[in-house]
Protein backbone atom coordinates (compact mmCIF):
# COMPACT_ATOMS: atom_id res chain seq x y z
CA UNK A 1 0.00 0.00 0.00
CA UNK A 2 1.28 2.78 -1.55
CA UNK A 3 1.98 5.94 1.51
CA UNK A 4 1.56 9.87 0.01
CA UNK A 5 1.20 12.95 1.54
CA UNK A 6 -2.05 14.66 1.62
CA UNK A 7 -2.92 17.57 -0.66
CA UNK A 8 -2.96 19.65 2.02
CA UNK A 9 0.94 19.58 3.04
CA UNK A 10 1.78 20.49 -0.98
CA UNK A 11 -0.53 23.10 -0.96
CA UNK A 12 0.66 24.22 3.29
CA UNK A 13 4.92 24.20 1.75
CA UNK A 14 3.74 25.68 -1.48
CA UNK A 15 1.20 28.56 0.54
CA UNK A 16 4.65 29.25 2.78
CA UNK A 17 7.17 29.66 0.29
CA UNK A 18 5.55 32.24 -1.42
CA UNK A 19 6.87 34.95 1.02
CA UNK A 20 10.32 33.61 2.17
CA UNK A 21 11.06 37.19 3.56
CA UNK A 22 7.79 37.35 5.97
CA UNK A 23 7.66 34.25 6.89
CA UNK A 24 5.94 35.31 10.43
CA UNK A 25 3.17 37.64 8.15
CA UNK A 26 2.62 35.13 5.59
CA UNK A 27 1.98 32.61 8.62
CA UNK A 28 -0.53 34.62 10.45
CA UNK A 29 -2.42 35.33 7.23
CA UNK A 30 -2.90 31.60 6.34
CA UNK A 31 -4.30 31.46 9.98
CA UNK A 32 -6.82 34.34 9.87
CA UNK A 33 -8.22 33.14 6.65
CA UNK A 34 -8.20 29.45 7.19
CA UNK A 35 -9.50 30.93 10.95
CA UNK A 36 -12.44 32.30 9.61
CA UNK A 37 -13.93 29.74 7.62
CA UNK A 38 -13.26 27.18 10.83
CA UNK A 39 -14.91 29.63 13.27
CA UNK A 40 -18.18 29.49 11.14
CA UNK A 41 -18.71 26.16 11.22
CA UNK A 42 -17.47 24.69 14.50
CA UNK A 43 -17.36 27.79 16.38
CA UNK A 44 -14.56 30.53 18.23
CA UNK A 45 -14.49 27.70 21.12
CA UNK A 46 -14.33 24.39 18.48
CA UNK A 47 -11.52 26.43 16.60
CA UNK A 48 -9.54 27.39 19.84
CA UNK A 49 -9.80 23.39 21.27
CA UNK A 50 -8.04 22.43 17.07
CA UNK A 51 -5.44 24.75 17.85
CA UNK A 52 -4.43 24.20 21.04
CA UNK A 53 -4.15 20.68 20.53
CA UNK A 54 -2.12 21.50 17.78
CA UNK A 55 0.18 23.58 19.74
CA UNK A 56 0.96 21.03 22.20
CA UNK A 57 1.43 18.63 19.74
CA UNK A 58 4.05 20.55 17.58
CA UNK A 59 5.58 21.88 20.55
CA UNK A 60 6.84 18.72 20.77
CA UNK A 61 9.26 19.40 17.99
CA UNK A 62 9.31 23.21 18.05
CA UNK A 63 9.16 23.64 22.26
CA UNK A 64 9.04 27.47 21.67
CA UNK A 65 5.44 27.31 20.27
CA UNK A 66 3.49 27.70 23.65
CA UNK A 67 -0.47 27.26 24.28
CA UNK A 68 -1.46 30.15 25.44
CA UNK A 69 -4.66 31.19 24.59
CA UNK A 70 -5.59 33.18 21.59
CA UNK A 71 -6.80 36.31 22.13
CA UNK A 72 -10.60 36.94 21.97
CA UNK A 73 -10.06 40.29 19.73
CA UNK A 74 -10.10 39.39 16.33
CA UNK A 75 -7.33 41.46 15.05
CA UNK A 76 -5.28 40.41 17.53
CA UNK A 77 -5.95 36.53 17.51
CA UNK A 78 -2.36 35.37 17.14
CA UNK A 79 -0.33 37.58 18.54
CA UNK A 80 1.48 35.50 20.25
CA UNK A 81 2.60 33.00 17.28
CA UNK A 82 3.40 35.72 15.28
CA UNK A 83 5.83 36.74 18.25
CA UNK A 84 7.27 33.18 18.48
CA UNK A 85 7.99 32.99 15.05
CA UNK A 86 9.49 36.26 14.06
CA UNK A 87 12.01 35.14 17.05
CA UNK A 88 13.08 32.47 15.20
CA UNK A 89 15.39 32.28 11.67
CA UNK A 90 13.12 32.50 8.70
CA UNK A 91 13.72 28.47 8.00
CA UNK A 92 12.88 27.51 11.52
CA UNK A 93 9.59 29.83 11.42
CA UNK A 94 8.28 28.31 8.46
CA UNK A 95 9.19 24.51 9.28
CA UNK A 96 7.10 25.67 12.56
CA UNK A 97 4.17 27.36 10.96
CA UNK A 98 4.29 24.23 8.27
CA UNK A 99 3.93 21.67 11.31
CA UNK A 100 1.76 23.77 13.16
CA UNK A 101 -0.50 23.89 9.83
CA UNK A 102 -0.73 19.86 9.07
CA UNK A 103 -1.31 19.10 12.45
CA UNK A 104 -3.96 21.18 12.69
CA UNK A 105 -5.58 20.68 9.37
CA UNK A 106 -4.76 16.47 10.13
CA UNK A 107 -6.98 16.78 12.90
CA UNK A 108 -9.56 18.51 11.34
CA UNK A 109 -9.60 16.06 8.75
CA UNK A 110 -9.49 13.39 10.91
CA UNK A 111 -12.83 14.53 12.23
CA UNK A 112 -14.75 15.77 9.30
CA UNK A 113 -12.78 13.89 6.43
CA UNK A 114 -9.98 15.13 4.03
CA UNK A 115 -12.39 16.44 0.97
CA UNK A 116 -14.52 18.50 3.22
CA UNK A 117 -11.11 19.98 4.91
CA UNK A 118 -9.81 20.37 1.24
CA UNK A 119 -12.78 22.32 0.24
CA UNK A 120 -12.57 25.07 3.91
CA UNK A 121 -8.45 25.46 3.04
CA UNK A 122 -9.62 26.44 -0.60
CA UNK A 123 -12.50 28.84 0.55
CA UNK A 124 -10.04 30.17 3.05
CA UNK A 125 -6.99 30.25 1.22
CA UNK A 126 -8.41 30.83 -2.45
CA UNK A 127 -9.44 29.20 -5.64
CA UNK A 128 -5.89 28.38 -6.62
CA UNK A 129 -5.45 26.19 -3.41
CA UNK A 130 -9.13 24.57 -3.97
CA UNK A 131 -8.19 23.98 -7.70
CA UNK A 132 -5.28 22.49 -6.93
CA UNK A 133 -5.90 20.14 -4.43
CA UNK A 134 -9.03 18.93 -6.08
CA UNK A 135 -7.25 17.85 -8.91
CA UNK A 136 -4.82 15.80 -6.46
CA UNK A 137 -7.89 14.05 -5.22
CA UNK A 138 -9.03 12.96 -8.74
CA UNK A 139 -6.06 11.55 -9.32
CA UNK A 140 -5.48 9.13 -6.36
Do not use: C
Request: glycine letters at 4%; zero cysteines; charged letters at 25%.
Amino acid sequence: METRDPPRRQLIERLMAQHPEKVADAAIDLWEQMATQIISIVGEDGFNSLYARSVFLAQQTFPWLTASSLSQQTDQRFAELKKRLEGQTPSQAREANSLLLLTFTGILAELIGEPLTTRILGSAWGDDASTSTSKEFKHE
